[in-house]
């Protein structure tokens, strides 16, 4: 979903223990990729990971604590903008380190509707729908490029579990065999064609060019 944006210098937001940033690190498009995790413990299972990776460097703390100069090629959040109680301040954060051009990849959950026990006990402040999720990078400064749901099976899943049962947990052989029997299928689906509702929102955002960024000197 994202390969095509993921080159030069990446940054991962929340990477926690780098089950997606070893995904990242394999990508040979991308020059450098900086890992960042506000728990103490997962930071440093992050750096004995990566201890012996050139390209990455790992950094303590939360986005806006590191200044990055607006040189970074894409921002990567992979169910992690939930988490964030106020979402705003870090596409501010985003656009601000994004070189004109950049983009900022998101993927997060959706439907409102389904927000139940797993969302609180998973400590989520939210989940999305397409609209508020394009009204949030729009109003930060930056420019959807395609914004769309995926996983629709997913939704009747997470509602039986979170909303009818209550449950506190995913199991894991719950997740297991749900990505064994289901994911293959569904994905391979919704690539021919895209469901108009879903468990999960996948998001591009692209850092227009200068002149196009309100409060911009050249719009000034």
């Known amino acids: 979903m994202f390969e095509a944006h993921l080159a030069g210098r990446v940054v991962e937001v929340g990477a926690g223990r780098g089950t997606f940033s070893a995904k990242l690190s394999a990508i040979d498009a991308i020059d450098e990729l900086i890992l960042v995790e506000p728990d103490l413990g997962m930071h440093g299972d992050l750096g004995v990971r990566f201890a012996d990776n050139p390209r990455v460097s790992t950094h303590h703390g939360y986005f806006g604590d590191h200044d990055l100069g607006g040189e970074v090629d894409a921002i990567v959040l992979v169910n992690v903008l939930e988490h964030i109680e106020d979402d705003a301040d870090l596409v501010a954060s985003a656009l601000a380190a994004l070189r004109p051009g950049g983009a900022l990849l998101l993927f997060v959950p959706a ?29 930060g400064g930056l420019s959807p490029e395609d914004v769309y749901y995926v996983n629709a099976p997913g939704m009747l899943a997470w509602f039986v579990a979170g909303r009818l049962l209550r449950q506190r947990t995913v199991r894991t052989g719950q997740m297991k065999l749900y990505d064994r029997l289901v994911i293959p299928f569904v994905s391979r689906l919704e690539a021919i064609l895209r469901p108009p509702r879903g468990q999960s929102l996948t998001a591009i955002a692209i850092r227009p060019p200068a002149n196009a960024v309100p409060g911009s000197e050249e719009n000034s």
């Open 111 to 139: 439907g409102p509707w389904l927000y139940g026990s797993l969302d609180e006990e998973f400590e989520h402040f939210r989940r999305y729908t397409r609209s508020q999720l394009n009204e949030l990078l729009t109003s």
